[in-house]
Each structure stands twice: as structure tokens, then as C-alpha cells.
């Protein structure tokens, strides 16, 4: 192992954005619940059983791409909607336009509550560059750059596949390889040469699926069975923990 924690023959580190660099999984987490549990309530009455931010957020939502995350949280309850199109209005009661009241508000909590960068990972991925790797971040987020440049990241990756990224080249997402696939093509490096780096079990699944020479389990919210039982070859609370230049973890 380097002293990255990484094994040996690893050149490039394709790092997911949220819950990984930044602290924005529990913002969207409560984007999503509102946004369903008004649905729900909508549809249901008051008896409706609500989204739960923990559970159903990581089973259903988490890493996925917006309109997957509305099909798939829906399908577990039994609900099919239209697809709508991709620039439906918010209270329109379609796939998109769901996914689209999701967006308004998490963009509305990231403007009153502000984007944080987990410092541990700033640092691991300065401290991979330093020892020569290529870095990419790769988001099903469209809001992914906005983000990186509201902390001040956007220069410590080499490629960005995000959101609009994937969709202008028509790449599935998670738990599909394809993006963090097409990540290590444009740093020009083979799968079995790149790390991956996420929080999500979409993620992980990503990993494994695409045989990745190492993936890493970050394990933010106590899913550290699950994240191993998705792919995960290491699970770290930080990425601190895998260990930093002139240090050992």
C-alpha cells in the first residue's frame, strides 16, 4: 500500500462531490424529503407514511441521478408517474417535474444554509496530486461546478463528470459504471488503475460493477456493513484516516 492508503498501481482518484467532499448529502436528504412527503401527503392524505431521510434516502435516492432517484424511491411505493419532460415545472406531477421541485429546494437550502467542504478529503486530494495522481470528481449533480467553485475546489480536479456532463453524452448513472467509467478514460487511465471514492451504495455498486482497482467506502451516516457488502474493498469515516504525506495510516 502507498502512503495514501492506496494499493500499488493506482494513477488516477475519482471522488464523488456529495458526502465525500462535501457536506451536502443531509441537505439533499431534506430536499428529497420534502419534496416527496408533500407528494405523499398530496396523494395520500394525512395517512401517508413519509419519506425517510435515513433509509429510504440511501436505499433509493443516494448517488442516483435526479429523475432514477423519483422512479426508484416511488416504484418501492408502488407509484408510477408520467416522465414529463426534462424542463417541466415544478408542480407539475410528473417523473421530471418532481425531480425538478427537488432541485428548487435544495438549491434554496444551499443558498440559506451554505456548502461545507469536509477538510479531511481537500486535504487527501492535494496530498494525492502532490504524489502525482490524477484526480476527477463525478456527481450525478447538474449543480456539481456551482459547487465546487462556492468552496473553492474546482482547480484539484483534472475532469469533472457531473450532472450535464453525463447527460450531453448520454451516460446512465449510478449504480451504472458509466460515469466514473468515462472519468478514467479522460484522465487516461484504465479502470483497474483508478480508485473510486464514494458514500453512496449507487456508488458502490458503481465501483464493484465497473472493476475498478479500488474502491473506498465513506462512511458518513453508520453504513459501514452495507457500503462493504456493495463493493466496498475499505470503509473510512475520513479520508484522513487513509493517511496523508509523511504519515502512515
Known amino acids: 500500500m502507498t502512503k495514501l492508503g492506496l494499493p500499488d498501481g493506482i494513477q488516477a482518484c475519482l471522488f464523488d462531490l456529495d ?3 462535501t457536506k451536502t448529502a443531509v441537505v439533499h436528504a ?6 416527496f412527503d408533500d407528494f405523499l401527503r398530496q396523494r395520500d392524505g394525512d395517512g401517508y407514511r413519509p419519506f425517510d431521510e435515513v433509509s429510504d434516502y440511501d436505499e433509493y435516492v443516494d448517488g442516483r441521478p435526479r429523475a432514477d432517484g423519483v422512479r ?6 408502488g407509484i408510477q ?3 414529463g419532460d426534462p424542463d417541466d415545472p415544478p408542480d407539475r406531477g410528473t417523473v421530471h417535474g418532481l425531480g425538478n421541485r427537488k432541485n428548487a429546494l435544495l438549491l434554496e437550502l444551499i443558498r440559506t444554509r451554505g456548502v461545507e467542504a469536509y477538510d479531511g478529503t481537500i486535504r487527501y486530494v492535494e496530498a494525492a496530486r502532490a504524489e502525482g495522481l490524477r484526480t476527477a470528481v463525478v456527481s450525478s449533480s447538474a449543480n456539481c461546478r456551482d459547487v465546487l467553485k462556492s468552496i473553492g475546489a474546482e482547480h484539484l ?4 463528470i457531473d450532472g450535464v456532463v453525463a447527460a450531453q453524452r448520454h451516460l446512465p448513472g449510478k449504480p451504472r459504471p458509466d460515469t466514473f467509467l468515462a472519468a478514467a478514460q479522460d484522465l487516461g487511465v484504465e479502470a483497474k488503475a483508478a480508485a473510486v471514492f464514494e458514500d453512496a451504495l449507487a456508488g458502490m455498486d458503481a465501483g464493484r460493477s465497473g472493476h475498478f482497482g479500488y474502491v473506498v467506502g465513506v462512511d458518513r ?3 459501514a456493513d452495507a457500503l462493504r457488502a456493495h463493493g466496498a474493498d475499505i470503509v473510512v469515516r ?10 502512515r495510516p
Open 81 to 83: 408517474l408520467p416522465e
Open 30 to 35: 431534506a430536499a428529497w424529503k420534502q419534496t
Open 157 to 160: 480536479f483534472d475532469v469533472r
Open 221 to 223: 451516516v453508520g453504513q
Open 238 to 247: 475520513d479520508l484522513a484516516e487513509l493517511g496523508e504525506p509523511g504519515e
Open 19 to 21: 458526502g465525500v467532499i
Open 72 to 77: 426508484t424511491f416511488l416504484g418501492s411505493r
